[in-house]
């Protein structure tokens, strides 16, 4: 599948779900109508047949809004128990990230020296942040890599 049809594909379903997020609103809004007009009919008057559909709507949010945390709940219960990782500690996360990028080496000497490695990296970031002509030769050394290493993630995503 080309990158132009993945576009069309996502432009497609998103412009169908907001269809039937307006088409439903719609049809919440006329049935709200629906209701204060019944009720606004009745000896209550339209003060009261106000408060009445306002209040069922925001239960009617309330109860949507409950049942999708329940939901998401459910769910990362279940993706929570079908993927189990027996190591997962900050040693095997910074292992596992700088691994393909720096290699064994480094990626050892990381795991051995994890404090000065974290002591390092804020120190960096303090000395970027407080020198505009370093942050500018960083920026310059850095950019044409990141363009190189962005086309390539382009090609291999249309291939």
Same mark, same amino acid.
């Given at each position: ?48 047949? @106000? *408060?009445?559909? $306002?209040?069922? +709507?925001?239960?009617?949010?309330? /109860?949507? #809004? =409950?049942?999708?945390? !329940? ?49 390092? @990296? *804020?120190?960096? $970031?303090?000395? +970027?942040?407080?020198?505009?002509? /370093?942050? #500018? =030769?960083?920026?310059? !050394? ?18």
């Amino acid at each position: 599948m080309s990158i132009k049809a993945k576009i069309a594909a996502a432009a497609t379903a998103h412009m169908m779900l907001w269809l039937l997020m307006f088409i439903l609103l719609a049809g919440i809004l006329f049935c709200a109508w629906g209701c204060y007009l019944l009720i606004a009919a009745t000896a209550l008057g339209p003060g009261v047949a @106000a *408060l009445i559909v $306002g209040g069922a +709507l925001i239960g009617l949010i309330v /109860l949507v #809004a =409950l049942i999708a945390l !329940a939901s998401q709940k459910s769910n990362k219960r279940v993706a929570a128990s079908r993927t189990t990782q027996p190591n997962k500690t900050p040693d095997n996360m910074i292992e596992h990230q700088l691994r393909p990028v720096l290699g064994d080496r480094a990626t050892d000497w990381a795991k051995q020296n994890t404090g000065v490695a974290v002591a390092g @990296a *804020l120190t960096a $970031g303090v000395v +970027l942040a407080a020198s505009p002509r /370093l942050r #500018a =030769l960083l920026v310059g !050394a850095v950019g044409p890599l990141a363009s190189r290493k962005a086309m390539q993630a382009a090609q291999r995503f249309m291939d």
